[in-house]
């Protein structure tokens, strides 16, 4: 089956900075979808991005199919962005899920 | 439109006993699917179901758990027997007809198994 990696695992950001996330997967998919567990355990939906960049406030997504990955943009980070983010991939009616990069934006 | 809804959101049970998790999927979505998340882990597929049909049930244990989307009413996750290995938070997720990639979650249950 597909293989899903993210990186980094771990990251820990003073509020005001940006970062970049990075999702791999090992075949071709004609989906891709962001997601954000926030600290109450809840995923928010973020992008549905099979290819293309996509762009929702200070948050930016581009997908890169034929070269297997995508990046999640964080922009001018804030507290509230911390949490775990995961991109997930269509396998027949299912996604697979990577580990996540967990994120903590300090004050 | 209100989203995916999951109820309880939390449930305790004991050693041996059942826990029904149900998931109204929203307005309008047809596909329902189940998802399993670990204590300090990712999500992992379990079913995926349609009205009175299961799909996918690649990733149910074989035993003492199963599911059912029936043509009223929620669709519910049943695990019999709970041991504390299935504590666990359940995710239930909806998409609309013909787009299986675009899922949209519910809050989840938290089950904690005593």
Known sequence: GIQVEQSPPDLILQEGANSTLRCNFSDSVNNLQWFHQNPWGQLINLFYIPS?????GRLSATTVATERYSLLYISSSQTTDSGVYFCAVKQGGKLIFGQGTELSVKP | ????MQNPRHLVRRRGQEARLRCSPMKGHSHVYWYRQLPEEGLKFMVYLQKENIIDESGMPKERF??????EGPSILRIQQVVRGDSAAYFCASSPPGQAGRQFFGPGTRLTVL
């Open chain 2, 66 to 71: 199963s599911a059912e989307f029936p043509k």
């Open chain 1, 52 to 56: 293309g960049t996509k762009q929702n």
């Open chain 2, 1 to 4: 439109n209100a989203g995916v």
